[in-house]
């Protein structure tokens, strides 16, 4: 697994970037941390796809949209599927998109726009492709 934390940092929310993390070198250094962990805990394979956005919403200073991304992490015979939705905001009227996560305290710091319909995340474990927990 290889990636580019210094792009991930860049395109993170500013507001999040702002609240929680103080800089951008910050969030670089938490995505580092989270994808070095996954691979020292034998995390070996990754996939995450991205659907089609919704509608485009206008807020008094920003255009939000949301996108559904479904992550598989594998372990041996241990397979997780996350389906969530991450917030795409535009405070530059859409040339500049930047990216949040939304689940928990990050949904409660966006000011999501009442219309934009932002699903809680869903979580299924498998364990040699039965299903073992969901959440």
Partial sequence: MTQD?????????PKVTK???NSKDSVAVV???LFDEAKRKGVT????TLGTHSKVYKTKDELQCSIPMTTILKKDSIKSVSEAFIIM???????KWYFSITDGYYKSILNI???LIVPNRKLLVYENDKLIDRE
């Fill in 5 to 13: 934390y210094i792009s991930l940092a860049n395109n993170i929310s």
């Fill in 19 to 21: 609240l929680l993390y």
């Fill in 31 to 33: 995505f580092k941390f």
């Fill in 45 to 48: 394979n990754t996939q995450i």
């Fill in 89 to 95: 905001v535009s405070n530059h009227i859409g040339e």
């Fill in 113 to 115: 726009h009442p219309k």
